[in-house]
């Protein structure tokens, strides 16, 4: 008897000493970025079993336990609460995927989404395990999952020039104002080398006879001429982006035509036609003429286009009874440019934002789900191992398949409960003294039963 309870009391010190130790384990990664809390259960060991005299249908046996035992030690994967920290590679992940990341033992997955960039420009984690995810295609541009899941890289050096290939001006033209009166405006376009140039757009307003009269303007586009290769820089003429040629006159390299509601109905470059022809964006040059090198070496775009209709089809250009004035103008060219910031948005995807006002998406993080969260393994470090228990992760985008989405800016909090785990350390405390006190206690009986002899 008394060995068989000092065994039993001995297993509920060893059962509530482990459960401490999780509670200290959990209290200790309170603030632990993504951690989730171990909750452990017991089980009984299997005791010895007695027979009593009785028919074997009357159930009559007797059965004592041998104590307890750790059953089960789980970590809990429910939401943790989501605190700001306005770092932008910061990113909390509300839902039940992981982020996939690789170090020199292999590949893993964390809740931890407190990340930063190492000295190559690789996407790290706060352990320096490499975030993994979809990178950009080189050549066309746009993130492709064909080329592999691979190390999240930031690029380096500056960004690429981009000549301005098309441009759009919404203004309104004055149709009160005078017969010759001229109206000009300016905008900047961009060399294959990024050079910034001040083109300008003159117009000259004409009103044609007939019953009806038509309001036409006419137009040219000019750049200094002096920015052109082999031109003297004391040169004050103007180069004409249409015709190539030296424009210091009246604009006529083409019109812009209204009807007496002040729409724009037609447009053209070169001599009027017998029709005038149905309106489209305008192609700059013209036909056949091609512009000269600039002074850097670089070109302009042959084929420029001039958006003279919104992307819904409606004329940017008004000819209505107001001042002419410009509302808006935008073109896609750009200079070179350094990286300024960095954002990741809900689905995974990192845009890279350069000095010189282009954003650019250059990967997209992936995340997995597994069958059984249960069955990862701690690697220590806020990284799990997936196990024949857990399965394979499945991998995807963020926001597709219940993985969650990630948030930009914030952190997941530990799920640690402080006031559930305080009242545990009392629970256990107390199955740690009363499993003492049995001990003490077979103690005593033995010390009795061994004074009988006296």
């Known amino acids: 008897m008394g060995l068989t309870t000092f065994s039993t009391g001995l297993s509920g010190l060893a059962t509530n000493s482990q459960a401490l130790n999780v509670v200290g384990n959990n209290l200790a990664n309170l603030n632990t970025v993504g951690y989730k809390t171990s909750d452990i259960s017991f089980t009984d060991i299997l005791g010895q079993t007695f027979s009593t005299p009785g028919t074997s249908k009357s159930g009559n046996t007797m059965e004592i336990g041998l104590g307890a035992q750790v059953g089960a030690v789980r970590q809990l994967f429910t939401q943790g609460s989501l605190q700001t920290t306005n770092n932008p590679l910061d990113v909390a992940i509300q839902g039940k995927g992981f982020l996939v990341v690789k170090n020199n033992s292999g590949q893993f997955y964390t809740r931890a989404g407190n990340l930063h960039l190492d000295a190559d420009g690789n996407l790290v984690t706060s352990s320096g395990a490499a975030v993994q995810g979809y990178t950009r295609n080189a050549a066309t541009g746009q993130i492709d999952s064909n080329l592999g899941l691979t190390t999240i890289k930031m690029p380096s050096g500056l960004d690429s020039p981009v000549a301005t290939s098309q441009f759009e001006i919404a203004m309104n033209l004055d149709a009160n104002a005078a017969d010759a009166a001229q109206f000009s405006t300016s905008m900047q376009i961009y060399d294959s080398l990024g050079k910034a140039h001040t083109a300008t757009l003159t117009l000259q307003k004409s009103i044609g006879g007939g019953a009806t009269p038509q309001t036409t303007w006419a ?224 103690d005593q009986i033995m010390q009795e039963t061994m004074n009988l002899r006296q």
């Open 219 to 442: 137009f040219d586009i000019t750049i200094p001429r002096n920015e052109a290769a082999g031109v003297a820089a004391s040169n004050t003429d103007k180069l004409s982006l249409i015709t190539g040629a030296v424009a210091n006159g009246a604009p006529g390299a083409g019109k812009l035509l209204f009807d007496n509601t002040g729409k724009l109905t037609s447009a053209w470059i070169g001599a009027d036609p017998a029709t005038p022809p149905a309106l489209a964006d305008l192609t700059i040059p013209g036909t056949g003429v091609t512009l000269p090198s600039m002074a850097n070496g670089a070109s302009l775009t042959s084929g420029m286009k001039w958006k003279l209709l919104s992307n819904q089809g409606v004329p940017n250009i008004t000819g209505f009874g107001s001042p002419s004035q410009v509302t808006a103008t935008s073109q896609d060219g750009a200079a070179a440019g350094s990286l300024n910031n960095l954002s990741i948005q809900p689905d995974g995807t990192i845009s890279a934002i350069f000095s010189n006002g282009r954003t650019t998406n250059i990967a997209q993080i992936i995340m997995a789900q597994f069958s059984n969260v249960n069955g990862l393994t701690q690697q220590g470090g806020g990284l799990y191992a997936e196990s024949p228990a857990s399965g394979a992760g499945f991998l995807g985008a963020p926001g597709e398949g219940g993985r969650g989405q990630l948030t930009s800016g914030t952190l997941e909090s530990s799920n640690v409960d402080l006031a559930t785990e305080l009242t545990k350390i009392i629970t256990f405390q107390r199955g740690y003294q009363a499993n003492a006190r049995v001990i003490t206690m077979t």
